[in-house]
């Protein structure tokens, strides 16, 4: 690093992370008396008190880091770390609560882990015999892990209009507003429409209001956890599967879209290419496992389309909602899941992998390498997407992104081959958790080594969080070096 660069360069202000994490707690405080208040109405008292100590904890912690001096300006590597510290906490508090339902402290943590983060994996062997308050309060976990934090995240950096575009990672931001606090508003009322209106439709199809609230929860959040063993399957209406499959569909999309929808920017939102390229992608997906379903197991084209439309747009969403068992498909189908669980959803949605926009942007820098070979040496020819010109940083990050994506599943992966798994299934596993998907072989259970448990762990975490954002976190110069003035 250069001597210019390096006076550039700033660590993070512990009074500043003090100051948002305690506004963090507060709020974490608050979203934890929801699943306490679920306690008492179920008359589950021995969660009860378990959350009480924590949000004790966290008011005694976060009132007074709270009341630090608000800082003038936030840099941009705070504001990560602050992002980042928030998905890392958030489980381990949970742990002591989850252990209510008769959970190992390990186990609690995958449990906790795999909630905030919105994947859905799951050690449990079975679901439908555990206490309400707990399967409540996975779904509760999964929805604000899917937009809650961040969405506070943003509102915390209020001014600050770069430092929260990085944070969101909106497309198209023409259309935002011009301060980060109106856009987090904007954002969570778009997501709490959209619950609430699953909630209702669900509730209207299966008669049944726990249900209702726990899958939609799951599915608006992509997060996938079912309070059935049978997933998808289990809830006997093919009205609530489309409805749930809908849901998941609309999570996994650019929560901006529905802003634009709702003042009637029709245009922008028909034109907008990752709403194209999700769907078709789904589609296409959709397709391949229907011909798979019909060819190779037998299944007759109606339970074929079936099958497989629900189960490619599971995968290709993220949410990992099921119609059947996974551990029962051939190699084939791993092989078009996997696929689908590493590509994910849209940018600023609640979805994960490394994101269809990026994908695009891959396909396209390969489309121009091609287009080159035919042309004279000395034609100029820009890449773009969308109608607009690829940004030198654009195209950077996006590569960066999809190989570390790459690189934290191949060395995950290892591991698993080290345990002695089943390549195919090991490497299915690990893109599930990485890709906050929630799709499972069967490998994630009670019988999982510790060892293998914590490292899925680290794989949704960093699928979550922005592998980017946990770099930062562990960038010395992160902590170590200059500080301005707070």
Known sequence: MTEGASSLTYAVRPAVLGKYLGQLGLMLALLTVVPFVASLIFGEYA?????????AVLLLVAVPLSRLPTPER??????????????AIAPLLMIYPMMGAGLTAMDALFEAVSAVTTTGLSTLTSVEGMPHTFLFARAWMQWYGGLGIVVLSIALLMGHHITARQLSESVGSDNLATTARTHARRMLIVYLGLTLFG?????????????????????????????????????????????VTLFSLAGALPLVLYYRLWNRDWRAVATDLELRALVAACLFFALILTLLFHTMHGFGWAQSIRHGLLLGISAQTTTGFSTLDISGLGNMFLGVLIAAMAVGGGIGSTAGGFKILRLLILLRLLQMVLRRSSMPSHAVIEPKLGGRVLEDDDIVQALFIILLFALVVFFSWLLFLYFGYAPLRALFEVVSATGTVGLSTGISGPALPSPLKLLLCADMLLGRIDIVALLVVLY???????RVEA
């Open 74 to 87: 936030v840099q941009l590597n705070e504001a990560l770390v602050i992002t980042a510290l928030a998905f």
């Open 199 to 243: 909630i209702v439709l669900l509730w209207l199809l299966i008669d049944n209001g726990e249900l209702a609230l726990d899958f939609i929860l799951s599915a608006v959040s992509t997060g996938g956890f079912a309070p059935l063993d049978r997933s998808l399957a289990g809830l006997d209406s093919e009205g609530g599967h489309a409805v």
């Open 476 to 482: 010395p110069p992160t902590w170590i070096g200059r």
């Open 47 to 55: 969660f009860s008190h378990r959350y009480l100590a924590v949000i």
